[in-house]
Each structure stands twice: as C-alpha cells, then as structure tokens.
C-alpha cells in the first residue's frame, strides 16, 4: 500500500503531491503549487498564527498581512 506525501522539487521548486510506495519512489504525483500556497496562506490568516521554521542553516518566518 502507498501512503500520500507532499514534498517541494528541488529542480522546479513546485510543490507535489501524490503516492509514495514503501521503498520512498514517488509514484502518481500532481502539481499542486498554487493550492497549496493558498491553503498555508489560509490557514495562517484563520489561526492568527505566524510560522517558523529552519531551512539549511538559516531561520524564517511566515505570516499573513494584509495589504490597503
């Protein structure tokens, strides 16, 4: 049985989602960049949150603001 993974390219830098078997190969995968972006963005502004997170070596942040 496969499970579902989301997981980011580092060729194209877009986001997939799809089947994973056990031994890690991807199997059907589909493009789901913008979704993805839009339900995180979503998520955040809902929950009031911000998120932090560490990625090779270096500390970010993301957070929603509103733009007028």
Known sequence: MSNYKVGCSPI?????AGSVSKTGLWGKKYNV????????????????????FEY?????????????
């Open 12 to 16: 194209t830098s877009e986001i997939y």
């Open 33 to 52: 960049t913008d979704t993805a972006v839009g339900a995180v963005a979503q998520h955040l502004l809902q929950k009031d949150e911000e998120l932090r």
């Open 56 to 68: 090779q070596g270096k500390k970010y942040a993301l957070r929603v603001v509103e733009i007028k």
